[in-house]
């Protein structure tokens, strides 16, 4: 298997922009994780879902942020308009089955974002 | 609230010398308990995990990690410690509901290596 696919790998963009990262999940996978990194804040989980279904979107920052899941093997993460405080790395990971267990998340390469 | 600690930023050790990242965690039900790896530029690579029973994990690349309840640790630890391991290491808490689990990780801690 490829493992989780992201793309862009990099983006740049002007404040007020839409941005669209992409993800692409280990097939069979049930569950996707959005996250990002940020030197100040770490690793966060924003949202994830299960079976395309969002389940726990707690920790996207506002209304600005959004996500979808289509189908099985395939996710985005909208941020519009874009800031330049949103300036991170996004990291899409999918896991097998957590439910009553802690299946491992494998994680994608990120997609580092610089809003200017 | 659940939350995870690594004291320590950022830690240098010698090559052949022995290693040991701190992490804690707050949690008030029984923890599952993740380390994963990052080096630059990658994603995360779990290095182990801890569900159940024998505390003292053991994981790829020559780590293991050990539980401690009583001390709320789950400390990770390497005998000899070579150059490709210096990548940034976190220190992760599953929580687990009826819709499946999320991580909470701690901020990280970088590992360099010196000759």
């Known amino acids: 298997d490829a493992g989780v696919i992201q793309s862009p790998r990099h983006e740049v963009t002007e404040m007020g922009q839409e941005v669209t990262l992409r993800c692409k999940p280990i097939?069979?996978?049930?569950?996707l994780f959005w996250y990002r990194q940020t030197m100040m804040r770490g690793l966060e989980l924003l949202i994830y879902f299960n079976n395309n279904v969002p389940i726990d979107d707690s920790g996207m920052p506002e209304d600005r942020f959004s996500a979808k899941m289509p189908n099985a093997s395939f996710s985005t993460l909208k941020i519009q308009p874009s800031e330049p405080r949103d300036s991170a790395v996004y990291f899409c990971?999918?896991?097998?089955?957590?439910?009553?267990?802690?299946?491992?998340?494998?994680f994608g390469p990120g997609t580092r974002l610089t809003v200017l | 609230a659940q939350s995870v600690t690594q004291p320590d930023i950022h830690i240098t050790v010698s090559e052949g010398a022995s290693l040991e990242l701190r992490c804690n965690y707050s949690y008030g039900a029984t923890p599952y308990l993740f380390w994963y790896v990052q080096s630059p530029g990658q994603g995360l690579q779990l290095l182990l995990k801890?569900?159940?029973?024998?505390?003292l994990v053991q994981g790829i690349k020559g780590f293991e990690a050990e539980f401690k309840r009583s001390q709320s640790s789950f400390n990770l630890r390497k005998p000899s410690v070579h150059w490709s391991d210096a990548a940034e290491y976190f220190c992760?808490?599953?929580?687990?509901?009826?819709?499946?689990?999320?991580?909470?990780f701690g901020k990280g801690t970088t590992l360099s290596v010196s000759s």
């Open positions: 990971a999918s896991s097998l089955n957590p439910q009553g267990s802690t299946d491992t998340q494998y």
């Open positions: 801890y569900f159940s029973g024998d505390t």
């Open positions: 992760a808490v599953g929580l687990l509901n009826q819709a499946g689990t999320a991580l909470i």
């Open positions: 097939s069979g996978h049930d569950y």
